[in-house]
């Protein structure tokens, strides 16, 4: 693990954003593992300055989502679908058919996470992973719990995450139940993963993650096992690990 801790948020994205861009200056064709939150928004915000500088391109890369909420349609404002096309997809030349995502109001979701983890079997093995850590130590919706999947699921958030989730939305009630998320699977067969936290309030879970034993009641403990992840953290994020 390469664990870089920034003075200085706009640093921290920066250096975050550079070895993706280095990924896809050396493989325009580069697979990119996407996730979503407040925290990679900086980012991407650095992705697309590189792009309009002219630094790099998008038009052959191709992106996977690592989750949806079930029940929300791309063009819902809480959707991940949503997000991404605020802050990546429609800033930069990404093609819409390089462009995936779990589809939330699919009318089975089973079927639909089968056929988004055949894509991703298909993909064989993303060129980089972006990816940050829930306050509960879930990696994408990979919730703690006594199993760990491997492939894409669909799964009932927990009431935790749901909580933390519904600032973003007019009510805890309108925060959905379900959603899709890649398994651990094809995150940790990524030839690298981006892993960035932010702040205070993610400190003790990030110990837990980077320093504690390998327990899936922290899935993120899971990450102690990949073979090239550098973690960007801040210095409050990181006041444990220093
Ligand atoms: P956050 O979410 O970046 O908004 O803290 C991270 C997550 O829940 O995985």
Redesign the pocket.
């Known amino acids: 693990m390469k664990l870089t801790v920034f003075k200085n948020e706009e640093e921290l994205d920066l250096a975050a954003a550079s070895s993706v861009v280095e990924v896809i200056k050396a493989n325009p064709e580069a697979t990119l593992g996407l996730?979503t939150?407040?925290?990679p928004v900086g980012l991407y915000q650095k992705l697309v300055q590189a792009y309009q500088n002219g630094q790099v391109l998008f038009k052959q890369v191709t992106t996977y989502n690592i989750d949806e909420y079930a029940g929300l349609a791309k063009d819902h404002p809480q959707s991940f679908y949503y997000f991404m096309k605020t802050h990546l997809f429609s800033k930069v030349d990404l093609t819409e058919e390089n462009i995936h995502i779990p589809d939330g109001v699919a009318p089975d979701l089973e079927a639909e996470a089968e056929c988004y983890e055949s894509l991703l079997q298909k993909a064989r093995q993303l060129d980089v992973q972006i990816l940050?850590?829930?306050l509960n130590g879930?990696i994408g919706f990979n919730e703690p719990g006594h199993t760990l999947h491997a492939e894409t699921h669909v799964l009932t958030l927990t009431e935790d995450t749901r909580e933390v989730n519904s600032q973003a939305f007019s009510s805890l009630a309108d925060v959905p139940k379900k959603a899709i998320t890649m398994g651990l699977g094809s995150m940790m067969k990524a030839k690298k993963i981006v892993f960035i936290a932010k702040g205070d309030a993610k400190a003790a879970i990030l110990k837990q993650a980077f320093k504690g034993p390998i327990d899936p009641l922290v899935p993120a403990s899971l990450l102690q096992l990949h073979p090239n992840i550098e973690v960007y953290l801040d210095e409050k994020a990181a006041k444990y690990l220093m």
Do not use: D, K, L, P
Request: net charge neutral.
């Open positions: 996730a939150g407040q925290t940050s850590i829930g879930h």
